[in-house]
């Protein structure tokens, strides 16, 4: 009896499971399909759409009318460079609030997370006027830099919480080995939570890639990353559904691709914490 | 080399005194014991001199050099912790080469070095493994290892057995001791159990609530205990301390009898009923109750035979009674 409502469950839980799934998946699958269509055929009816003739022919289109591999370089160098350079950060910051902390350190934790709270477009100006000023508007290097600062909280955040995990008699021990804080970081805390870097790595270069509100607003061409390019094929008037797809679909793969192979690392960074 | 010095040494957590004030030396090649109860301040004493912990006043000098400010790694002490504090993502080998390499030693002497330590460890079949695939036993060899490649002044044991089953426990009590008798360098050990201090200990240093009870051989503590903490302390099954009239009559406060030092006579004594016998075979331990004393413990010979609710006579052997005045100090 209690096996039978167990099977029962079971199958409903599942189907619930994939209804979710798909659910949230169907807007990238639709976005997938219609990119393989012509302008015509991408705004017709679900089904007129999915029987009309498929074809590359937005693919190309959108090939000649923009430098994808631009694009592609930029945002591999802002999602790249900022997810390392606020590791080097937030390595150390992290080992300090975990392992010495000060009366204070709560306060700052919550300090920096407090700054995720505000609508970003509460400091364009600011931020605009000063990237006008220090002429880093549409740079590499001024995008580097602001995603590497929108970056940091949630970096040293999740480092954090991996860094208490590490019992400090070990890295007391490492001290009486005689090493030194530069050691201890290098030897020691870093090999011993690196599964943690690695998914706080994987998840700041899927948020920097797909960041766009500081992207958009902050360059225009030439450190244009993928956001920038999906954004270009948007119109007020006329069909671009189909480019638009395309472009999207382009800009998408391969951070789909990279959280596919590592989805196993993601899914321990994500529920970190949460389950112990 | 490890002749170890403490000078007014004081640590507060805030508000709170841990150590008050301690006032200690240690000769070198000696095996010092750190016994006490939970709480009493013996592993921050040892964190104190391996200076994981900041002294919030007072001195400590290691070989004549004042190491009071020195950090961990400059005072060439080792220690073993509890929990072993191994490298989990390195193998036996690379952790036992870990201070080698700290200190800048070139790997094949390193190897060397490893190599030789482990074969006096019995961790030559191991080395390629990670402590994750190790034995209690074998990860607290791995962490004296660990020690014994750098070769300090001085060895520090923060309570390194207390993770290992019993057996085991005294196979490695005595492992660390034989290694002590070869290696004749300054042992610091800090433990709770006093069969520990006892059995292992050159010099025995009993705390209480951050300050030395007393400070001497084990026999010396068990002979003579300088007040009735140290007189609780020492010694399995304790010491009966009892108060009172009988107290009274031989002019003290307390007075303590060891419970291999109660007699079973035929007449005159202390009059009681056995509530619970425990028989070892070798030793047998009886929980008397008497109307003179209150409940005492006495341990007799394996051979006898007195049962739960059995009448007995208990008398202290000459010579053999303690006598402790109102301060709890030793009246000897």
């Not at chain 1, 990119?35 to 991408?42: C, I, P, W």
Request: charged share 15%; hydrophobic share 45%.
């Amino acid at each position: 009896m209690a096996r039978k409502s167990s099977t029962t469950a079971k199958v409903v839980v599942t189907l619930a499971a994939w209804t979710v799934g798909l659910l949230i998946f169907f807007p990238i699958l639709w976005t997938i399909l219609m990119s393989f269509h012509t302008e015509g055929d991408a705004i017709k009816q679900p089904w007129d759409m999915l029987t009309s003739p498929w074809t590359l022919e937005s693919y190309a289109e959108v090939q000649t009318r923009s430098n994808y591999a631009l694009h592609f370089y930029n945002s591999v160098v802002i999602s790249l460079g900022s997810t390392v350079l606020a590791l080097i950060i937030g390595i150390p910051s992290a080992w300090a609030m975990a392992f010495v902390p000060g009366p204070k350190t709560k306060d700052l934790l919550m300090w920096m997370l407090s700054t995720k709270m505000m609508p970003a477009v509460g400091v364009l100006i600011p931020m605009y006027l000063g990237f006008r000023n220090l002429h880093l508007l549409d740079s590499l290097t001024g995008l580097v830099a602001v995603m590497t600062l929108i970056s940091l909280p949630i970096v040293i955040w999740m480092l954090y919480t991996y860094f208490k995990e590490i019992p400090g008699e070990i890295l007391e021990a490492a001290r009486m080995d005689g090493a030194n804080l530069r050691s201890e970081i290098i030897y020691v805390l870093t090999p011993m939570a690196l599964p943690g870097i690695a998914s706080t790595m994987l998840l700041n270069v899927i948020l920097a890639w797909n960041e766009t509100f500081w992207t958009l607003q902050l360059t225009t061409h030439n450190a244009a990353p993928l956001t920038q390019f999906i954004a270009s094929y948007s119109s007020p008037e006329g069909l671009f559904y189909a480019k638009l797809s395309a472009a999207s679909t382009m800009a998408i793969a391969p951070i789909l691709i990279m959280g596919w192979f590592s989805q196993k690392q993601l899914v321990r960074g994500l529920t970190f914490g949460a389950v112990k | 080399m490890g002749q170890i010095t403490l000078t007014a040494v004081r640590k507060s957590f805030g508000e709170v005194d841990v150590i008050p004030s301690i006032d200690l030396r240690i000769e070198e090649g000696e095996f010092v014991v750190f016994v006490g109860p939970s709480g009493c301040g013996k592993s921050t004493l040892l964190r104190l001199i391996a200076g994981l912990e900041d002294l919030t006043s007072g001195h400590i000098t290691i070989d004549g050099t004042d190491a009071t400010d020195l950090p961990p790694a400059k005072r060439g002490l080792a220690m073993v912790f509890q929990s072993y504090a191994l490298y989990p993502h390195m193998t036996v080998r690379k952790n036992i080469m870990f201070p080698l390499k700290m200190a800048g030693m070139d790997l094949a002497a390193a190897t060397k070095r490893a190599d030789e330590a482990a074969k006096v460890l019995n961790l030559t079949n191991y080395m390629e493994r990670k402590p994750g695939q190790l034995s209690g036993g074998q990860r607290q060899r791995v962490a004296i290892g660990r020690a014994i490649v750098r070769e300090p002044k001085a060895f520090l044991f923060d309570e390194p057995l207390s993770n290992l089953d019993a057996a085991l426990r005294v196979n490695m009590r005595q492992e660390i001791t034989e290694l002590h008798q070869e290696l004749k360098t300054t042992m610091i050990y800090v433990t709770h159990d006093q069969v520990e201090a006892m059995t292992m200990a050159d010099k025995i240093v009993v705390l209480n609530a951050g300050r030395i009870e007393q400070v001497g051989s084990p026999l010396v503590l068990y002979d003579n205990p300088a007040n009735t903490f140290v007189a609780g302390f020492i010694g399995s099954p304790k010491m009966n301390l009892i108060t009172g009239a009988e107290a009274a009559k031989m002019g003290a406060t307390t007075i303590g009898v060891r419970p291999e030092h109660l007699e079973i006579v035929e007449s005159g004594g202390w009059t009681g009923v056995v509530g619970l016998s425990e028989h070892l075979g070798s030793d047998t331990f009886l929980k008397v109750a008497t109307d003179a004393v209150g409940t005492i413990n006495v341990r007799a010979g394996g051979e006898i035979k007195l049962r739960h609710g059995d009448a007995v006579r208990l008398s202290p052997q000459a010579g053999k009674v303690h006598r402790f005045g109102a301060d709890g100090k030793s009246m000897a």
